[in-house]
């Protein structure tokens, strides 16, 4: 079972492996489209949650993911349809991926054949995921958006990270 999540994980990321600071949230993920930032910032919250879980709150973090997905997918995928965005399928194709990958952990977790470190892994991959994804993908749709809203691209204002 941990294989076959491992493979349906849509890999997008040039980035197998996440390091800390993949975690958490930053403004250099900033798309510049409102909606989808604030969902973004969700995304990570979420996920870190699940990898973060223990053996007791594994299946909440999971279903607390499924139902932010959905709503995160739906949310995009139906501005696509509304706006006849040109790569819709494709886009919606990775969000499928995700879907299949969630429904196999939740099934593995839900009947005892896997515990919260399904969980936690299943986290860490969607967070090696989530740059790609966001960088090619949804940063399209944002500037489509945009465009069709404003005719004109994003300006992303991101604050400067102090080291
Ligand atoms: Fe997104
Ligand atoms: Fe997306």
């Known amino acids: 079972m941990t294989d076959q999540v491992h493979q349906t994980v849509p890999n997008s990321s040039p980035r197998k492996e996440t390091d800390p600071g993949q975690r958490v949230w930053?403004?250099?993920?900033l798309l510049g489209h409102?909606?989808?930032d604030a969902t973004h910032k969700e995304f990570y919250e979420v996920v870190f949650r699940m990898l973060t879980c223990n053996e007791n709150t594994a299946?909440?973090?999971l279903l607390d993911f499924e139902?932010?997905?959905q709503a995160h997918f739906w949310e995009e995928e139906d501005w696509m349809?509304?706006?006849a965005f040109p790569a819709a399928q494709c886009h919606a194709d990775e969000h499928r991926k995700v879907l299949a990958s969630l429904a196999e952990v939740?099934?593995?977790v839900s009947t005892n054949v896997a515990d919260q470190r399904l969980v936690q892994r299943f986290a860490d991959h969607l967070f090696a995921w989530f740059p790609g994804h966001a960088d090619y993908m949804d940063s399209a749709l944002s500037t489509w958006l945009n465009k069709k809203r404003f005719g004109a691209k994003p300006v992303v204002f991101k604050r400067l990270a102090v080291a």
């Not at 930053?26 to 993920?29: I, L, N, P, V």
């Open 26 to 29: 930053t403004d250099a993920r």
């Open 34 to 36: 409102d909606e989808l």
């Open 59 to 61: 299946l909440t973090t």
């Open 67 to 69: 139902e932010h997905a």
């Open 81 to 83: 349809r509304e706006t």
């Open 106 to 108: 939740k099934h593995a």
